[in-house]
């Protein structure tokens, strides 16, 4: 079974540009979420998705956005890039709320975003 | 709000016991976890304990919950070099969403 993907595995841009990043979760799982890792810090929460809506967003500014396709692959969009949002963005996937049990979350490797 | 804390680092000698500590604030948790995290790589589930148990063994790995106190903690036995990561404890409130805490930095010595 294919694990969580995530490209590109390495991002470099430039202030004011543009990145997306993409993920697919694992076959069958329907909840996708997105994290912020900066450097030597902890998850910071930015996106879940399930079934195709946006369940929930962590308090990051408007220019963090993104969307769930119907074959419950996502994208994550970040415009108007700082220097600060170099970071590994990762994402993970769940069965989804409905599911009873545990839900764990399988990660993915993650996008490394640089901004310059 | 709901808070999960964490030492940010523990150092352990080749051979011997870690235990890392977490404390957490939401008594509705229905599940913790314990995730680790390798060098540039994503987090790995290493085990989880549903809130009505007190512990959980799996090999080398000791969860236990004291529900009353709001202390999870992870045991693991005879540590590795291999052993060495960022170990995230994460609860799940009764909102399905998941908080967590900052990470432990486990360094073992020689």
């Known amino acids: 079974e294919a694990g969580v993907t995530q490209s590109p595995t390495h991002l470099i841009k430039t202030r004011g540009q543009q990145a997306t990043l993409r993920c697919s979760p694992i076959?069958?799982?329907?909840?996708v979420y997105w994290y912020q890792q900066a450097l030597g810090l902890g998850l910071q929460f930015l996106l879940w998705?399930?079934?195709?809506?946006?369940?929930n967003r962590g308090n990051f500014p408007p220019r963090f956005s993104g969307r769930q396709f119907p074959n419950y692959s996502s994208e994550l969009n970040v415009n108007a890039l700082e220097l600060e949002d170099s970071a590994l963005y990762l994402c993970?996937?769940?069965?989804?709320?409905?599911?009873?049990?545990?839900?764990?979350?399988?990660f993915g490797a993650g996008s490394r975003l640089t901004v310059l | 709000g709901e808070d999960v804390e964490q030492s940010l680092f523990l150092s352990v000698r080749e051979g011997d016991s870690s235990v890392i500590n977490c404390t957490y604030t939401d008594s509705s948790s229905t599940y913790l976890y314990w995730y680790k995290q390798e060098p540039g790589a994503g987090l790995q589930l290493l085990t989880y304990?549903?809130?009505n148990m007190d512990m959980k063994q799996d090999q080398r790995l000791t969860v236990l919950l004291n529900k009353k106190d709001k202390h999870l903690s992870l045991r693991i036995a005879d540590t590795q070099t291999g052993d060495s990561a960022i170990y995230f404890c994460?609860?799940?409130?009764?909102?399905?969403?998941?908080?967590w805490g900052a990470g432990t930095k486990l360094i073992i010595k020689p």
């Open positions: 304990i549903f809130s």
């Open positions: 994460a609860e799940r409130n009764s909102n399905y969403q998941l908080i």
């Open positions: 076959s069958g799982h329907t909840s």
């Open positions: 998705y399930d079934e195709g809506e946006e369940r």
């Open positions: 993970a996937s769940s069965r989804g709320t409905v599911s009873s049990g545990a839900n764990v979350l399988t």
